[in-house]
């Protein structure tokens, strides 16, 4: 998961893109970085650390032109102290390329050994980044004749990287004095929308971002999402073209933006993410009432944020109080996107305290969005019993998570799921609560896609199942060696 964000403006866009970034840093907060073309040259400044604190005004002054693209990082690949890791990546041929990119390739050794005995191209990182804009960078040198740079070439180029590349990538990137290009994988598993704003300048001024509430504060207005496996191309002048570039397309996204990871004020592939957990709340409700003896709960409440509006409708549902009996300090970041156990372990308890008066001999239920490593949830149902709860039911809105991610969530390893090889009473005994409900898999999925045209969803972290078909017990092996080494 990573927030990603490309504009092609009539003004300077240095200031658009910093702004874009802001609203995406709940999608990473382990670095960022912004790229803008000038005419043929391309100004670049990356940082670790959160969008605030990264950028001095020295800093967006170099960063010239009217187009630009920008990330925040949240690793999942590579080495998250590394400066050199953080995005964009650029290559100087064809023309120059810097290039964004939220996802996980999945045949890494494969395209590394392409790339340097095939291709003859040399990477300096780890990153699955550096191997995508290299792909892209092989591609379009292959179709590109004369000194003109025709779309056809450019979506040319992208049908053999869909090819070639396996994983979920939705990705950014800056042709020097060409345009900007954007695309998304085959299977529309991470987000991408494009908007377009009209001012009283030459031409429309175009947004490309990981969510729509970006296109919202600025003024644009929503065109439509990337579909899976297209390629849009946006020239300096205004003038867009897109096609349609995967064999076989199909639009599978991840369940876990909706669950978690995307801001409830956004709508991704029409899909509203708020309207989405309202109904997993509805569905959670209704798993509890057959689990739970009625009288067994007094009180409500959320783990805040992402778990809010399941929460209130869990309450409603049940005929139950709705509390809020945790405060949240707002300059704590999202502990589940911490790089390492212990610093997530640690930042819980800066990030929440509880309020005993809320507590205090009552039987609590708390909902949480997910439960991954169980870190937070153990520390919460500590904090609860600590202000003084006489018993501590916890729910989660989403299914057991008992499976690797490596479409982009850092999930990698069984061994760190609390889930994995565990019955529910088991977790709940791990966790220290007196009952444990989580969502059923089909009520997750029939919640976020209902009123929608979406059909299915990735869900491979609650069920297994890896809809790129590429994912094999051998690939989880060595992705798991590679992360405890």
């Not at 910093?18 to 100004?43: C, F, K, V």
């Not at 025709?150 to 939705?170: C, K, M, W």
């Not at 790089?339 to 009552?362: D, H, I, T, W, Y």
Request: glycine content about 8%; proline content about 5%; overall charge negative.
């Amino acid at each position: 998961m990573c927030g990603i964000v490309g504009i092609v403006s009539a003004t300077p866009v240095n200031q658009q893109v910093y702004d874009a970034l802001s609203l995406l840093q709940h999608r990473g907060q382990d670095s960022t970085g912004i790229a803008t073309a000038d005419g043929n040259t391309i100004h670049m400044f990356k940082a670790k650390g959160q969008v605030r604190e990264a950028y001095r005004t020295r800093d967006m002054r170099s960063l010239l032109g009217t187009m630009g693209l920008g990330h925040v990082r949240y690793a999942t690949k590579g080495d998250a102290r590394n400066e050199q890791e953080a995005q964009p990546f650029y290559v100087n041929a064809p023309y120059g390329i810097t290039l964004v990119h939220n996802g996980n390739l999945t045949n890494t050794r494969e395209l590394t050994d392409e790339l340097f005995n095939i291709d003859r191209r040399h990477l300096n990182t780890t990153s699955d980044t550096e191997l995508l804009v290299n792909v892209l960078a092989h591609e379009l040198q292959a179709q590109v004749s004369g000194r003109d740079l025709d779309p056809d070439q450019v979506f040319n180029a992208i049908t053999r990287l869909h090819e070639r590349v396996e994983g979920s990538y939705a990705a950014i990137a800056l042709i020097a004095g060409r345009g900007l290009l954007a695309f998304r994988d085959p299977f529309g598993i991470r987000p991408l929308v494009v908007g377009r704003r009209t001012t009283g300048l030459v031409g429309a001024e175009w947004f490309v971002a990981s969510e729509s509430l970006v296109l919202e504060n600025a003024g644009c207005d929503f065109i439509r999402d990337v579909e899976p496996g297209e390629a849009i191309f946006i020239a300096p002048d205004g003038e867009m073209t897109s096609r349609q570039c995967a064999a076989n397309p199909q639009l599978i996204p991840c369940s876990f933006e909706y669950v978690y990871l995307a801001r409830p004020d956004s709508v991704m592939n029409g899909i509203s993410v708020y309207e989405a957990r309202l109904r997993l709340g509805d569905r959670l409700a209704d798993t509890v009432a057959k689990y739970t003896p009625m009288g067994d709960i007094d009180v409500v409440m959320p783990i805040p944020d992402s778990s809010r509006p399941a929460a209130m409708q869990v309450a409603q549902k049940l005929g139950v109080e709705y509390r809020e009996g945790f405060y949240k300090n707002r300059y704590v970041g999202r502990t589940f996107i911490m790089p390492g156990q212990a610093e997530r372990k640690k930042s819980v308890k800066q990030k929440l305290n509880a309020m005993s008066s809320e507590f205090k001999g009552k039987n609590i239920l708390i909902v949480d969005d997910s439960i991954v490593r169980g870190t937070t949830s153990k520390e919460i149902v500590q904090m609860a019993r600590e202000a003084g709860a006489n018993k501590v039911t916890f729910t989660s809105a989403a299914p057991p998570v008992r499976f690797p991610h490596v479409y982009g969530i850092n999930m990698p390893t069984r061994q760190e799921l609390v889930a994995h090889g565990r019955k529910i009473p088991e977790i709940a005994t791990e966790l220290g609560a007196d009952h444990m409900i989580y969502q059923e898999v089909a009520d997750m999925q029939a919640a976020i896609i209902e009123g929608s045209d979406v059909t299915a969803l990735e869900m491979s972290c609650f069920t297994g199942d890896y809809v790129t078909g590429t994912v094999t017990p051998e690939y989880l092996a060595w992705v798991e060696a590679n992360q405890l080494s």
